[in-house]
């Protein structure tokens, strides 16, 4: 499968924990987005990377939320000290800077928070 | 008030009729317009991409934009059962592959597609 990929599909954790979760763009692509759904809802945009620079991060929920795409392939998404309000699905996309796409999207986290 | 309004549904609809989706905003910045369809539990998946005011038809597929009225619109001919999803319209100020920009998106529209 060459699409976006994301791991796990789906997270339980109880309020208060720490959770990653992990996204492997399109291999060619060198941008990567991550949202956030809840339900009912459309995504909400959350930060981008290019390459390996984190370029867009205000809109970051709160400083529980992080980021990082160290080597500029994959990337993880960190909440630290987890509320039942994140519960969500946390989407991933990737496009290519140049190629005239529009943003790919991966199967998504789904999060539940107890 | 949100950038993107979109009725939630549901719409249902006999199999072989013809459904109109529609999005209106408020921000004259954004140019660039797009439709995603998304299954239950799972990613949304792009259908359509159209810039600025026009028609742009691939398939069963058509998606208008009226950026003087703030107006799009996806229509689906001859409807199946597997059109069946919730469709997201989507939009940014900058072309999406440039700059990095994010979109913002509606809030979804659920259609059924009854056989």
């Known amino acids: 499968d060459t699409g976006v990929s994301q791991d796990p599909r789906h997270k339980i954790t109880k309020r208060g924990q720490n959770v990653t979760f992990r996204c492997d763009p399109i291999s060619e692509h060198n941008r990567l987005y991550w949202y956030r759904q809840t339900l009912g809802q459309g995504p909400e945009f959350l930060t981008y990377?290019?390459?390996?620079?984190?370029?867009?991060k205000s809109r970051l929920l709160s400083d529980r939320f992080s980021a990082e795409r160290p080597k500029g392939s994959f990337s993880t998404l960190e909440i630290q000290r987890t509320e039942q309000g994140d519960s969500a699905m946390y989407l991933c996309?990737?496009?290519?800077?140049?190629?005239?796409?529009?943003?790919?999207f991966g199967p998504g986290t789904r999060l539940t928070v107890l | 008030q949100k950038e993107v309004e979109q009725d939630p549904g549901p719409l249902s609809v006999p199999e072989g009729a013809i459904v109109s989706l529609n999005c209106t905003y408020s921000?004259?910045?954004?140019?660039?317009f797009m439709w995603y369809r998304q299954y239950s539990r799972k990613g949304p998946e792009l259908l359509m991409y159209?810039?600025?005011?026009g028609n742009k038809e691939d398939g069963r597929f058509t998606a208008q934009v009226d950026k003087s009225s703030k107006y799009i619109s996806l229509f689906i001919r001859d409807s199946q059962p597997s059109d069946s999803a919730t469709y997201l319209c989507a939009m940014s100020a900058r072309p999406p592959n440039n700059a990095g920009n994010m979109l913002t998106f509606g809030g979804g529209t659920r259609l059924m597609v009854k056989p």
């Open positions: 921000n004259s910045a954004f140019q660039y």
């Open positions: 996309a990737s496009n290519l800077r140049g190629a005239g796409d529009t943003q790919y």
């Open positions: 159209t810039y600025s005011s």
């Open positions: 990377f290019q390459n390996e620079a984190q370029l867009e």
